[in-house]
């Protein structure tokens, strides 16, 4: 695999809030009522403050312990009142967070399954792997508790300001002073903080990237002994992770004694402001209570609003790596046009995996109907890249592999699968039954008579009805285990069920356990029969059963013709079955 990764793309800021706006808008029922409910519980909220004002009024005046009584009892109900109402002002807010973020998954699942293979794979699983788990938990945070937590804080800071210059208009005047500190730390914390989030995100990235790398090349890790070299690369983006995560601190740590001294400002200035006025006969005791007990009622929710727009933040992160993936071009442009025939045919293909460097110097391979074509040639020489072309997994850089004189990118996936598939040594098996993972094969569906029908092709019908469960088994991780054989059998079955014209074997059958190989060769050729056959031979005795063989050597089709006939020319061919016959 290659060992540049390309990151996948992240989406930009106006892309975020274009998405947030068009959720939102979904749900407008929902969010109204959110929002309705909010209003509602602040509300009650406020009677505290003026009660308890007019209660220090009250006091200072002389009063009856009756009256205190009743206002402490207006009080209690006004409490209840805002405990009920914040309980239904939650609930609708969670039922509105979980559909959205039940849309969200959903649209990043679609987006996932939708990128090109060509792009997960040199993007590596590890970025793609930390946006579907770590991304995909912190935007679930947010939009579950950080947003409607906001939404709240925000409402609850407008009522109470309300409240809080209703007692009297100077009130405003120490909430003013409270402003530049807030302001300044804001902006100087907002402007650094995304992209410090970013970088902290990019490196968790970077570390999966490292050790899935590792794991999955184990063998290879440890056949060259290259394990303190990848030691001591992961070790190098633990360090990056750990600076990112420190530069973070660092602005939290300047950030949060700011705010705090920016919301205590206000109180002390609204109690000697107040009491200022009080001596000198401007207002009553009562109101300068109430305001103060307002203005205090003020640094909870702010402080909420400012340290959620940090959550926010990271959410608006996440969801900006979410989104990216959709941004990736597809790689597939699908045309419109029918194939006229199964004539499959690579013209002067170039192809590049890494911009300017060409692993196929302009192939053509016009593939007859019915054919088979074995395609022999040194390792490295683009034999599994062309075969990935021929089946359509990349398109070519330029040039043209048709079918029928369709561009095989040019077919919607459905379609493509139904001319030709390429048969590789990775199948896998999937958690679910055993009809599951047949009927996938067959997007417009299977009836059990086609799936049984398949299984008897590739000679696994036995096994299967031995089993407890029959087709209703369950197989895969955590199910039952299926062997080597076994899996490979249901992979042949697949491609029963899918029944495209052509076939384009990779070393599909070279790992097998020998002694199943038999076996599973018969199977393999239940499935090949009728079909076109391109065969990336690693073994020369299935080119010599080939109706062509195709020499491939330096990213280009050096010798082609039947297996006399390259014999006869004494080219490389002829040099490999030399070599080959030499041997046995
Ligand atoms: P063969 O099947 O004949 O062994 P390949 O098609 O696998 O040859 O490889 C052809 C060339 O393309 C090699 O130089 C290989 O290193 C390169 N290559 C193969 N896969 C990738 C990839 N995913 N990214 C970058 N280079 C690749």
Not at 481 to 487: K, V
């Amino acid at each position: 695999m290659s060992a540049v990764s390309t990151k996948l793309p992240v989406a930009d800021t106006r892309a975020v809030r274009r998405y947030a706006g068009t959720l939102a808008r979904q749900h407008p029922r929902l969010l109204w009522s959110a929002v309705a409910l909010h209003v509602l519980a602040a509300l009650t909220g406020l009677a505290a403050p003026r009660l308890l004002g007019d209660l220090v009024q009250a006091v200072q005046g002389g009063t009856t312990v009756g009256h205190v009584d009743r206002i402490m009892l207006v009080l209690a109900g006004f409490l209840v009142a805002q405990t009920v109402l914040t309980r239904y002002a939650r609930y609708v807010s969670q039922v509105l967070g979980e559909q959205v973020l039940a849309e969200l998954r959903e649209d990043f699942v679609g987006n996932t399954l939708a990128l090109p293979v060509g792009v997960v794979e040199s993007a590596g699983s590890g970025d793609l792997l930390t946006r579907t788990s770590r991304d995909v938990d912190q935007l679930g945070w947010s939009v579950r508790m950080a947003l409607p937590e906001w939404t709240i804080a925000v409402i609850t800071a407008i009522v109470t300001f309300v409240a809080a210059i209703s007692v009297g208009w100077w009130v405003a005047l120490p909430c003013l002073l409270g402003v530049p500190p807030l302001v300044i730390g804001l902006r100087w914390y907002l402007r650094r903080a995304k992209d410090g989030y970013l970088r902290e995100s990019a490196s968790y990235s970077a570390i999966n990237a490292t050790l899935t790398e590792t794991v999955e090349g184990a063998r290879t890790v440890e056949a060259l002994g290259i394990g303190d070299e990848r030691v001591r690369a992961i070790d190098a983006d633990i360090e990056e992770s750990f600076a990112a995560e420190r530069y973070t601190l660092y602005l939290r740590t300047v950030f949060f004694p700011n705010m705090e001294i920016a919301y205590l400002i206000p109180t002390v200035a609204t109690l000697l402001f107040g009491g200022w006025l009080h001596l000198h006969g401007h207002a009553s005791l009562g109101d300068v209570t109430a305001a103060t007990l307002y203005v205090q009622m003020l640094i909870d929710p702010v402080d909420r609003i400012v340290s959620i727009l940090d959550e926010l933040q990271m959410g608006a992160a996440s969801l900006a790596r979410l989104l990216g993936v959709a941004q990736v071009p597809d790689d597939r442009a699908v045309s419109g046009e029918t194939p006229r025939g199964e004539q499959i045919e690579a013209d002067d293909v170039r192809f590049s995996y890494v911009d300017g460097r060409d692993v196929l110097h302009g192939v053509d391979l016009a593939v007859g109907v019915g054919e088979r074509i074995a395609m022999v040639g040194p390792s490295g020489a683009g034999k599994s890249t062309l075969g990935r072309l021929l089946a359509g997994i990349h398109p070519p850089r330029t040039g043209a592999v048709t079918v029928g004189g369709v561009g095989l990118t040019e077919l919607p996936l459905d379609d493509l699968r139904g001319h030709v598939a390429l048969v590789t040594q990775e199948h896998h098996v999937f958690v679910g039954t055993l009809r599951e993972n047949l009927a996938l094969a067959a997007p417009s569906g299977a009836s059990d008579d086609d799936i049984r029908g398949a299984l008897a092709a590739v000679d696994a019908l036995d096994w299967v009805d031995a089993l407890p469960g029959g087709l209703d088994e369950v197989v895969g991780s955590g199910g039952r285990a299926l062997t080597a054989a076994q899996s490979q059998q249901i992979a042949l079955a697949r491609l029963v069920l899918a029944d495209p014209h052509t076939l384009v074997l990779d070393e599909a059958t070279s790992l097998i356990d020998p002694r199943a190989a038999r076996h599973l060769e018969r199977s393999l050729a239940a499935v090949l029969h009728g079909r076109t056959v391109i065969a990336i031979a690693h073994r020369l005795f299935s080119a010599h059963d080939a109706d062509r063989v195709a020499v491939c050597e330096d990213g280009r089709i050096t010798e082609l013709g039947t297996h006399d006939e390259l014999v006869a020319a004494g080219g490389s061919y002829a040099a490999l079955w030399d070599s080959w016959n030499g041997k046995h």
